[in-house]
């Protein structure tokens, strides 16, 4: 790709961005959040036009204006959010997805017998009758490399795909991508998760504001030099300098029930858990265990069908979401579109949300523009929210800025336990390093936080005792120190023996 711009309105997404990959390599796109990798690849695959620069596939110049070009010259993308028919079986769903005169791909039988050959080459274990619904994230995937190499894909986009996946689901589309890169099929993987990066790629381009800053042979690279690179500044170590835990319990849930969402095996039974003031709670699981239900529990969001709900001493079982906010909760969202911020809504809207009201930003039932813009901009101020204004709709941002945005208003509206929910989910290294910091924090000013997250990394780097979340139970709690990253992967697939 040579010298490729898109602009969208003000923003220059790409700005003469070069990139090139070779057949045969695992070529990591890294950058931070709104640097600028979606939007290359999606002009690669057709979704979206450039407005100047050029293609060459194979040293040909291209003309790719819709996905279909791309498929013909043999270029496949995985999206992060995949766009397979839920009912239907993964055979069905890889027929639809193909033109059928590529392959005569018409009946069944047929499709079948193609899948079972494609997934047995590369590792790519699906069951073709299986509904797609039933099937965990990891194995969508699958089918969606699936789909993807049976229109004879010879390039392969993965934009973000580990974001959804466990560590051993992880660890298994790493050797897929081994077995495609060995048969000579270029992979073009976007993460923000830079032990990935030094792990699979072979090599590594650095986007940083719509530009390539650089290109660097992964076995010739170290992390930092990457983060230097993508942030333009190295990250310190967080200094971490602990006060120990009061006695004192902030929040406590006993002997908690409650049914599951539509379609989970995550009913929560029997969760019983405290967490002092000074001290971060995090609960290690592999999405789906019932994280979900016990943020909802929580923050009010959802009934439990037994048990108590203690904040500060105080019963609050059946208090609905404001009442508990009331008590002194922040609360950052695992999903923050619905629940954190009003897409439409201004910058300076969603940073007072749900506190429009307080007396601190309204004086006789008026609302303070002055007091609450100001209080916008010193939120965008401190946690570095890009934007161009702060009244253009949040929704308008780049992911990592809509979080920080979230992130800021919850830890600075008055509060003394943080519930924090995937609080780094799609953020790159800089942004994700800036949000733990600020936890870490909040722990050290003596607030008590309940940190819930799939992402291991992160449950080791803040929090001082670990609980194992496994099927809508707590399966094991200990002090950090006391698990190791192996067994801690272990307990959340739920294999207590051997460990
Ligand atoms: N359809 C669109 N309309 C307006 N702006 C857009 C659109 N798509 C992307 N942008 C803007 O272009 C820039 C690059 O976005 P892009 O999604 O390519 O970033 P990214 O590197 O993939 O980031 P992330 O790591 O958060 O996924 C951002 O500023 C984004 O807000
Ligand atoms: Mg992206």
Redesign the pocket.
């Known amino acids: 790709m040579e010298s490729i711009t898109k602009r ?2 003000n ?1 220059v ?1 790409n700005d003469a961005e070069d990139f090139d990959a070779s057949p045969g390599e695992i070529h990591c796109l890294l ?10 690849m ?1 002009i690669l695959f057709g979704l ?1 036009r450039a407005d100047s620069g050029l293609i060459y596939v194979n040293g040909e110049p291209a003309a790719i204006s819709c996905p279909r070009d791309a498929i013909a010259l043999g270029i496949g993308m995985v999206h992060q959010h995949f766009m397979l028919a839920e009912r239907l079986t993964v055979a069905e769903n890889i027929i639809a997805g193909c033109e059928p005169r590529i392959h005569g791909l018409l009946d069944y039988g047929r499709a079948r017998e193609e899948i079972l050959k494609v997934s047995h080459r590369y590792g790519l274990t699906v069951n073709p009758d299986a509904v797609v619904e039933e099937i965990s994230v990891g194995q969508q995937q699958r089918v969606e490399i699936i789909k993807a190499l049976m229109r004879g894909a010879r390039v392969l986009i993965l ?2 795909p580990t974001a959804v996946l466990t560590p051993p689901e992880v660890d298994e589309l790493f050797s897929v991508m081994r077995a495609l890169r060995a048969s000579g099929t270029t992979i073009i993987f ?1 993460t ?1 998760k830079l032990k990935e990066t030094m792990e699979i790629s072979d090599r590594v381009t650095v ?1 940083r504001d ?1 530009r390539t800053v650089g290109v660097v042979n992964t076995a010739d690279a170290t992390s930092d030099q990457l983060v230097e690179m993508m942030v333009g500044r190295s990250l310190p170590i967080h200094d971490d300098q602990r006060i120990p835990a009061h006695e004192m319990i902030a929040l406590e849930l006993k002997d908690i029930s409650a049914a599951g969402r539509r379609g989970s095996r995550a009913r929560l039974s029997g969760v019983d858990l405290a967490v002092r003031r000074g001290e971060i709670l995090g609960i290690a699981g592999v999405d789906g265990n019932g994280q979900l239900e016990l943020e909802e529990v929580v923050t009010g969001l959802r009934r439990p069908s037994q048990g108590r709900l203690i904040i500060d001493g105080q019963d609050v079982t059946g208090f609905d979401t404001r009442r508990i906010r009331d008590k002194g909760v922040a609360y950052i969202p695992s999903d923050r579109l619905r629940r954190g911020m009003v897409s439409s809504f201004s910058l300076t809207r969603n940073s007072v949300l749900g506190m429009q009201h307080s007396a601190y930003f309204s004086s006789r039932g008026v609302i303070q523009e002055d007091v609450v813009r100001e209080h916008a901009e010193s939120i965008i101020d401190l946690y570095d929210v890009r934007s161009e204004s702060i009244d253009q709709p949040i929704g ?5 800025n809509q979080q920080k945005l979230v992130v800021g208003r919850e830890l600075t509206r008055p509060h003394s336990i943080v519930i924090a929910a995937q609080p780094t989910r ?1 953020l ?1 290294v800089g942004a994700t390093h800036y949000i733990r910091e600020q936890i870490l924090a909040s722990r050290n000013r003596g607030k008590a936080v309940l940190l819930i997250s799939a992402e291991l990394d992160e449950i080791f780097e803040l929090s001082d005792r670990i609980a194992v979340m496994y099927e809508g139970q707590i399966i094991d709690m200990r002090r950090a120190s006391q698990y190791t990253e192996q067994e801690l992967g272990l307990l959340m697939t739920g294999q207590r023996n051997g460990v």
């Open positions: 969208f309105g923003v997404a950058g931070e959040n709104g640097a600028g990798k979606s939007t290359l999606r979206c934009d973000e976007i923000h986007l719509g308008s941002l780049s992911g990592g799609g790159d």
